[in-house]
Each structure stands twice: as C-alpha cells, then as structure tokens.
C-alpha cells in the first residue's frame, strides 16, 4: 500500500472514530458566533459553567492515575526476568529520547513564542495578578533553596496528599515503589491493589472522555462567544509550534537514533509499523494500539522476548509525544499571561514535563490532565488559569491524535534498537529479503 493511501486511510479512521469530538468542536464554534458573550451574558455564563465543571472532573483523576502509575511502572520493572538484561537499556533509550523531545519543544516554544499572539485574550488584572504571583514564588524559591529541597521531602506524605503537592509526592510513591519492588512476593497483593487502581481510574477517565464532546463543545462556544471567531488564529501559533515539534522528533530524532545505536534502517522500520501508526492517529491511544504494535514488531523480526517486555512499558512510560505537547502548552500559557521564563522556570518546566508524560496514561486526553503536575510545580493550578487552560482543550483532540504517532513510534524504535544490540532482531524479515543479499550490496 503507497504511502499517501496509508495518510488517507488515517486521516479517514481518524475522523471516523473522533467524529464526536470534532462536530463537537463545530457546533460550539457556531454556537459562539451566534450567542456572544455581549448579547447573550446567560448562555455564556451555562456554557462557561459546563466547561469548567468539565476541567474539575478532569483534575479529579489526576492524583490516583499519577500515583498508580508511577507504582506498576516501577514494579512491572522490578519484577521483569529481563530487568538485567534489556532493562537498563531501555531506561536509556527512553529517557534520552524524552530529553530530546522536552528540548526541542522547549526550543520551538521560545522561538515562535505562540502564547504571544494569545495574550490579549486575558484580563490585564488577572495577568498582573498571575505574574506577580510566580515571580514571589520564584524569589522565594531562590531566597529559600535549602527549604525548598527539604520540602521536596514529605514529612507527613498523607498531608501532601491532601495539599495535592505533586513533587513530594511523586519522591514519596517511587521510594515506596522501589521499596515494593525489593520486598518480592510479599507486596504482590498492595501492588495487585495499585493495579486495580490504575484500572480503575483509566476506566473512569474512559468515562470522562464520553463527556469529550460536550466538554469541548462548551469550551469552545464560551471561547468563541466572550473573543470571537478570532480566537483560532490567536492560538494558530499554538498548533504550529507543536506539529513542528512533533515533525522534527519524528522525522529526525527517530533516524539519528537508529542510525546512532543500531544499523536498523528507520524507513524500513516505519514502514514496519504504518499500520500500527494509522491506528494510532485514528484511535489517539497509545494503549489501544498497542496489540498493533506488538504484531508489527514481531512480523518483522523483532524478537518476541524484546516485544512483550519493552513496548508494554514503554505504553506506560514512554510518552515523549505527550512530553512535546505538555511542554510547549505550560510555555504557551506563561507567555499568554506574561509570566517571565527565566532559565529556572524554563529548567523547572523541562524537567516537570519529562515526569507528567511518564505518569500520562496512554489514553486520549490524558496529556492535558496531568499537565497539572508541571503547572502546580512552578506554583500554579489550572483555575487560576481558566482562559489559557480552556483554550487548551479546544483543539485537544486532534494534537492529541498525533502525539500518539510519536509515543507508539517510539515505543518501536527503542525495541527495535534493543533487539539489535541483543542480537533479537531478524534482519531477513526487517528487510524483506535475505541478510546476504543486503551484505553483499552494501559491500
């Protein structure tokens, strides 16, 4: 099948499966156009009403989903009988293509400075109020470095819980992670419970995306209705920054990747896995494609024993398309609400980032709920930013159908890049045709 028939098919599942979501989107475009906020102050104030009750739903999973990600992750490592020998290589790979990702969205971020062209959207006394609010946040930070350090570590964690101080909470669930990890059979049973957490909550959260639509369509009519159809090209930027982040990730980090640790020809790889990839931009789930992957790695040579250990984590952890996509919205706000990006805040959102994708579900939407955890590290939470953050979802869907190409791609780059190291990978089918024929033309 040629290329531009794959792009189609995609196009088309995707608009098949997210059609809710997208005549959502329209309708709450019109709706805006035709009640705006001037003329129609009550149906504004409805729309407004249901999309921030929308939001707090949202932000009700938020610290269950973290929490128990963060300890099936570590556990599923710990127990694995291939930790020692695929493990540590898949920590690698993974961790440095996030870093990459963070650092090339926080670059695109401050090169085409989207949150700009955004920021007459916002009320001059909030925004005076927000920046006066970080800038003591970060004075106190640098005033107070000692403390800020030893508050990192919780003292009472059920307290920071309650606070919903996501850092000392995160230090606290690894080390307790960790802890379940080396105490062996014995904490089956807490971690079977964190298990039935976490399936739980992605379960609600599933639910929670049935209400995408209506959501979404009130966010949008109450953007439309109080700014005006202009409001798109006002976040225009927004978008562009982001596909060309995820274009640069995609059609570079991956190559050099490949062609840096192992001789795996990225081309022949993706085309290995397009239709793992179409699955995934229609579907906007790392999690629901990820059987796909699986089937498409292993057809083409990569071993079963690599498969079924490092793409089940890396649905899990491995979400450096979320990663792009949160960065660039947290650098979108703060320059939509003239929030100074020093070198620490920008250091701070970098890092926040790389630990909010890790924690993200592999499911649609799940990027913009815990992005929660990156804003409540430099001192804020999304009421504060109701504007920005509703403008977010606006176009949610759609980046959030192609950040999953990143995530799932991903996923089959570091396992193809782990077979080859580990001799795993059967060339012969990778290729399609003989491992001497492809030796003797590259003689």
């Not at 795996?264 to 494609?289: D, N, Q, R």
């Amino acid at each position: 099948m040629g290329v531009h028939m794959q792009v189609i098919i995609a196009l088309l599942l995707g608009i098949k499966r997210n059609g809710h979501i997208f005549i959502g989107l329209l309708l709450g475009i019109l709706t805006g156009v035709f009640f705006p906020h001037e003329s129609y102050p009550n149906v504004y104030n409805i729309l407004n009403f249901i999309g921030q009750a929308f939001i707090n739903i949202i932000q009700m999973v938020v610290l269950p989903l973290i929490i128990s990600a963060i300890i099936i992750g570590i556990s599923n490592i710990g127990d694995s009988k291939q930790l020692t020998k695929f493990g540590s290589k898949m920590i690698l790979y993974y961790g440095i293509i996030t870093v990459l990702a963070v650092t090339i969205a926080t670059a695109v971020a401050i090169i085409l400075e989207p949150g700009l062209s955004a920021k007459g959207l916002i009320n001059p006394d909030i925004m005076t109020h927000i920046q006066t609010y970080v800038s003591d946040a970060i004075q106190y930070q640098k005033e107070n470095m000692t403390q800020i350090f030893m508050d990192l570590i919780p003292r009472n964690p059920f307290l920071a819980l309650a606070q919903g101080k996501m850092i000392p909470i995160i230090i606290f669930v690894t080390i307790f992670a960790i802890a379940l990890t080396k105490a062996g059979e014995i904490s089956r049973p807490l971690v079977s419970l964190f298990e039935s957490i976490f399936a739980a909550t992605m379960k609600v959260t599933d639910w929670i995306m049935y209400l995408a639509a209506p959501g979404i369509f009130a966010l949008t009519a109450a953007s439309v209705s109080n700014f005006g159809i202009d409001v798109f090209q006002n976040i225009s930027k927004y978008v562009i920054a982001i596909v060309a982040a995820l274009l640069i990730q995609f059609f570079i980090v991956y190559p050099l990747m490949l062609k840096i640790f192992s001789k795996v020809p990225p081309f022949k790889l993706f085309a290995a896995i397009s239709e793992a990839i179409m699955v995934a931009f229609g579907t906007a789930s790392s999690s629901a494609t990820l059987p796909l992957t699986i089937t498409c790695c292993e057809k083409k040579g990569i071993s079963n024993k690599v498969c079924s250990f490092v793409l089940p984590l890396g649905a899990t952890l491995n979400m450096d398309g979320t990663a792009i996509i949160q960065t660039i919205a947290v650098i979108f706000l703060a320059q939509m609400y003239g929030i100074a990006l020093t070198p620490l805040l920008i250091a701070e959102i970098a890092f926040l980032a790389i630990i909010a994708s890790s924690t993200s579900a592999g499911i649609p939407g799940a990027g913009l709920i815990t992005i929660a955890l990156i804003l409540n590290g430099i001192g804020l939470t999304p009421e504060q930013l109701v504007v920005g953050f509703s403008l977010l979802f606006t176009l949610e869907r759609f980046l959030d159908m192609l950040r999953t190409i990143c995530n799932v791609t991903s996923d089959a780059v570091v396992a193809a890049i782990i077979a080859d190291n580990e001799n795993e990978l059967n060339y012969e089918l990778l290729l399609g045709k003989s491992l001497e024929t492809s030796e003797k033309q590259e003689a």
